[in-house]
T-cell receptor
Framework: DADVTQTPRNRITKTGKRIMLECSQT?????MYWYRQDPGLGLRLIYY???????NKGEISDGYSVSRQAQAKFSLSLESAIPNQTALYFC??????????????FGDGTRLSIL | GEDVEQSLFLSVREGDSSVINCTYT??????LYWYKQEPGAGLQLLTY?????DMKQDQRLTVLLNKKDKHLSLRIADTQTGDSAIYFC????????????FGRGTQLTVWP
């Protein structure tokens, strides 16, 4: 089983719909992240959470919200989807050891298309 | 600037060496990472280097770090068609613990 699991893997929906993307992890990491990837733009950080009670905005949080339901679960919501939110979305996790090696571990992504 | 910079495309012939370059932004960055993304998959950690090192070798991979110029490179020896992927450079900046800042990715194409 994957350490970082994202559901669904693919989703097609219509403008104005509410969408929730889910992420769960079995790595026991405190920190979780949501990114979006657009061709030629790399990864941009949407939101991140350093523990269950901590939520922080990233570079492009407008139009998105998150919920950290438990250490292992971090969901991303689009309250009213718009076509320019069509992208590949990644969840990632990392350990919380300050100042040391903290690589991020990624899920396989959710491909979201908004018509 | 604030961005981590990478060239977008690199093409090499199978068996040759590939060198992917990256310019990062923060001279106090602690760790620098290389990730690989194959089609339809997430990012896989390939290797990393700590800022007090100049070079790190791991089998076919060699990472070189020039702190003065804030330049990082990834060399892949004896490049194979299975190395075709997008390669991302990322830095852990000293002032923002826990966050990684990614370049736009370099698409490596290996021709047989």
């Amino acid at each position: 089983d994957a350490d970082v699991t994202q559901t669904p893997r693919n989703r097609i929906t219509k403008t104005g719909k509410r969408i929730m993307l889910e992420c769960s992890q079995t790595k026991g990491h405190d920190r979780m992240y949501w990114y979006r990837q657009d061709p030629g733009l790399g990864l941009r950080l949407i939101y991140y959470s350093f523990d269950v009670k901590d939520i922080n905005k990233g570079e492009i949080s407008d139009g998105y919200s998150v919920s950290r339901q438990a250490q292992a679960k971090f969901s991303l919501s689009l309250e009213s989807a718009i076509p320019n939110q069509t992208a590949l979305y990644f969840c990632a996790t990392s350990e919380s050891t300050t100042g040391s090696h903290q690589p991020q571990h990624f899920g396989d992504g959710t491909r979201l298309s908004i018509l | 600037g604030e961005d981590v910079e990478q060239s977008l495309f690199l093409s090499v012939r199978e068996g040759d060496s590939s060198v992917i370059n990256c310019t990062y932004t923060d001279s106090s960055s602690t760790y620098l990472y290389w990730y690989k993304q194959e089609p339809g998959a997430g990012l896989q950690l390939l290797t990393y280097i700590f800022s007090n090192m100049d070079m790190k070798q791991d089998q076919r991979l060699t990472v070189l770090l020039n702190k003065k110029d804030k330049h990082l490179s990834l060399r892949i020896a004896d490049t194979q068609t299975g190395d075709s992927a997008i390669y991302f450079c990322a830095e852990a900046r000293g002032s923002t613990l826990g966050r990684l800042y990614f370049g736009r990715g370099t698409q490596l194409t290996v021709w047989p």
